[in-house]
């Protein structure tokens, strides 16, 4: 309703403002001040609808992807999207809920960098609630890992971390906490980082709570391992939405990112959920025992996985520590002539 209202009157209000302000000065104050709150809170829509795309206007193709907190689209609205379409049956009817999916939604637009997956808009209209961003070309560091067991060398491990730490050092210099920072939201394009999902956890966490998958816990497959002890011991069986994340959770989750990375696996793997979260919670961290790597290089992992979060660097020093680590000269091979391939495309 309100929303609509806003729209309306936006472009009234803007002429009666703009074009009469020595006709206004002779009403009364009262009316002045009325004038005065409507024009601000049309201003306040105007600038949001700047990022509403009707949902009419969105085309939706193949479901790429079905998440948490809903399902992924690619479509296309002038040129290639993936659009996160969320399940609202039962959020639609409630206010607070659309208001913090219009807060996560306005905190996007704050988010300008190479290394962050590009917002482009949202539909706001409950039942219709979606977020538009660019269509992530290449695979996401879990394929990589996980599915096609690519290895990663030290040096290319380096270079992909100080690529995250360099958009997550964006985040929090904005004030925004990803809060799902996974090998599952980092895409690996021609070499480039891109970070997606970043604060969109409320969202998904309402969803979900509806939506409950995973186990007793509800505790989804893979997200243990990405939680910092703190918030470990403050998970209560579907009851996620309040768990005290903040930007030392999500250098935890890099941590684990960073030991995928080396190790190719997740920590703790094999273990049950159970197992997991006595240990964590206690302080006790993964072995580092099939890690194969410089004193340097573990030291990160451990500084990231400290059990005090106090104690765990930020993403700029993070990002100046991997900087310094000696890089191993890559050995010229005569039967890999990359450089001149390279060159003769050029
Ligand atoms: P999750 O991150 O837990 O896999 P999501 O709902 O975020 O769940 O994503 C579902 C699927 O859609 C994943 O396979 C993901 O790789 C894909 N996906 C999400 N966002 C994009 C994007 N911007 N571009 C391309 N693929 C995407
Ligand atoms: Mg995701």
């Given amino acids: 309703g309100g929303w609509n209202v806003g729209r309306v009157y936006g472009w009234n209000v803007g002429r009666v403002y703009g074009w009469n302000v020595g006709w206004l000065k002779c009403w009364k104050s009262v009316w002045l001040e009325c004038w005065k709150s409507l024009w601000l809170e049309c201003w306040k829509s105007l600038s949001m609808k700047e990022w509403d795309i009707p949902y009419d206007e969105l085309k939706l193709f193949e479901v790429i992807g079905a998440g948490r907190f809903g399902t992924v689209y690619r479509g296309s609205w002038h040129g290639a999207v993936a659009v996160k379409l969320l399940h609202v049956h ?24 190479e290394n962050l997956v590009l917002f482009m808009g949202a539909c706001m209209k409950p039942p219709r609630l979606a977020i538009v961003t660019s269509l992530c070309k290449g695979m996401t560091l879990y394929t990589h890992i996980h599915l096609r067991k690519d290895k990663f060398t030290a040096n290319k491990s380096v270079i992909v971390a100080q690529q995250i730490s360099q958009g997550m050092g964006y985040l929090h210099a904005r004030g925004i906490l990803h809060k799902d920072l996974k090998t599952k939201n980092i895409f ?14 409320s969202v998904t966490k309402l969803c979900f709570s509806n939506n409950a998958r995973g186990d007793s816990l509800g505790i989804p497959p893979g997200w243990l391992c990405y939680l910092a002890p703190e918030l470990v011991r403050a998970l209560r069986p579907h009851a996620s939405l309040h768990l005290p994340f903040s930007k030392c959770t999500d250098v935890y989750a890099f941590g684990t990112v960073w030991y995928e990375l080396l190790c190719g696996e997740y920590p703790f793997k094999g273990q049950p959920p159970e197992a997991i979260i006595w240990q964590v919670g206690k302080g006790v961290k993964p072995s580092l025992a099939n890690m194969q790597a410089s004193r340097d290089i573990k030291d990160i992992l451990m500084l990231c996985w400290s059990y005090r979060s106090s104690e765990r660097p930020d993403f700029p020093h993070l990002l100046s520590t991997l900087e310094k680590l000696p890089r191993k000269r890559l050995a010229r091979s005569p039967s890999h002539p990359v450089h001149l391939s390279r060159s003769a495309d050029s």
């Fill in 90 to 113: 039962s959020l639609s009817d409630h206010c607070a809920q659309l208001d913090t999916f219009k807060h996560e939604v306005a905190t996007f637009r704050k988010t300008r960098h």
């Fill in 188 to 201: 690996l394009e021609n070499g480039k980082v891109v970070i997606t999902d970043f604060g969109l956890f």
